[in-house]
């Protein structure tokens, strides 16, 4: 039994599907050539890299000229902030953002404000969502940018991006958004949503890792954050990742195909495990329910443990999951997404976050549903914060002498 692998990490990473990997193997071997040079070899890596921002443009509904591939989600991220902040500066200085960002972002962000740029970061509420009319009242005369991530990768919410797009272009600004967890997951629309700028990564959606895309609206003006070489119409320098946006090419057009069918499939094997869970006692689900929520997110907090004994045990029976970001689990601090959406640190420290994909079956889940509420029980037994808790409520039950 302990012999089963469960894989439930899909918004930390992705395995490359078959039919990807298939269509990459050629440009690592044979098709090798350099795409600007002038010879025949290089024809076919040319042509390769314009399938590709074709699949991603007709995903994404937006134009292939738009498409800019890059070295990942963070990459996308840094350049459209900083190209953005740079390249509008002498409009003004003033960046809104949210409290609930990838560190891609918010890191961005700081080094941003250490460089003359102030950034204003919104609170959410208790599920995760921004208010419409928190980020209307800080949009001011100097601001130049809103960036508000499509859905956040610990609670699984997804943000009311069309309004807020809206709202950006009433007020003439810029509209950025992360869009690393739900490319390939949900349906978009960059025009229709009002979308200026989108970072997306493909090992998030079973290509490989190391390639992203930002779109950028045409008519938009951006400085480069890579300089060097011409590539990328001059905006984006570097010898072309060829095999990884072959892959990124393949992935993306795949995801579209399979999104309606798999999402019904996501959704009821995430409601099943989150409706298992929430039988365990003092057990709390994070993040909204319903189609709020990414199909494949499950986010817990179990009160009176800690989330890094959970992953050990876990991982001993098998099971490979998260708590908190996965940048983050290799620390103690607790998530500044739990904080931001108003846990106390304590009960932040005891998450976890579960995200189903592909490979994930009903007999994972029915797995996974037998194996925790023992861990948990094994957990709490040792933990001095729950028998001091079990203390005080034998004291309240007790009837009054
Ligand atoms: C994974 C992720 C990123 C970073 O993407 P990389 O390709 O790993 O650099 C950025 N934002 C979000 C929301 C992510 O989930």
């Known amino acids: 039994m302990n012999e089963q692998r469960v894989y ?25 050539g350099n795409p600007s040079s002038i010879y025949s070899l290089s024809r076919a890596t040319e042509n390769a890299i314009d399938q590709a921002r074709e699949r991603v443009a007709k995903a994404l509904h937006a134009d292939k000229n738009e498409i800019f591939f890059t070295g990942g989600g963070s990459e996308a991220d840094n350049w459209a902030l900083k190209g953005i902040a740079f390249a509008n500066k002498h409009r003004g200085n003033h960046i809104i953002t949210t409290k609930i960002e990838h560190h891609a972002i918010l890191h961005t ?46 609670i699984g919410t997804i943000e009311p991006i069309k309004e807020i797009g809206k709202i950006c272009h009433e007020k003439k600004v810029l509209f950025h958004t992360d869009a690393v967890q739900a490319v390939g997951h949900v349906p978009i629309d960059v025009k229709a949503m009002n979308i200026d700028l989108l970072s997306l990564a493909a090992h998030k959606f079973y290509g490989p890792k190391g390639v992203g895309v930002l779109y950028i609206r045409k008519g938009i003006k951006i400085e480069n954050l890579i300089h060097g070489g011409g590539q990328e119409r001059n905006k984006r320098a570097g010898t072309e990742n060829i095999a990884g946006i072959v892959g990124l090419g393949k992935a993306i057009e795949l995801a579209q195909e399979e999104m309606d069918a798999e999402n019904k499939r996501l959704t009821y094997l995430r409601d099943k495990l989150i409706n298992g869970l929430s039988r365990i006692p003092y057990t709390k689900v994070n993040g909204p329910v319903g189609n709020k929520r990414m199909p494949g997110n499950v986010n817990v907090c179990f009160r009176f443990i800690e989330g890094e ?27 500044h997404v739990l904080l931001a ?3 106390p640190h ?23 549903l037998r194996v925790l509420p023992e861990i948990v029980q094994r957990l709490r037994d040792m933990s001095p914060l729950w028998h001091t808790f079990l203390e005080k409520q034998e004291n309240v039950s007790k009837p009054a002498v």
């Open 8 to 32: 439930l990490d899909h918004s930390a990473t992705t395995y490359i599907k078959p039919q990807v990997f298939d269509e990459m193997l050629p440009y690592l071997t044979t098709h090798y």
């Open 309 to 335: 004994s959970l992953l050990l045990l876990l991982d001993s029976k098998g099971i490979s999951a998260s708590s908190g970001s996965a940048c983050t689990s290799g620390s103690l601090d607790p998530s």
């Open 341 to 343: 959406i108003g846990l």
């Open 109 to 154: 962000c700081e080094f941003l404000e250490k460089n003359g740029f102030e950034v204003t970061y919104l609170p959410v509420d208790s599920e995760g969502f921004i208010n419409l009319d928190e980020l209307r009242q800080a949009i001011t005369g100097k601001t130049i940018l809103v960036s508000v991530m499509f859905a956040n990768n610990e």
């Open 346 to 368: 304590e009960i932040a420290h005891g998450s976890l976050r579960l995200t189903l994909g592909s490979s994930t079956t009903e007999q994972d889940i029915d797995y996974t």
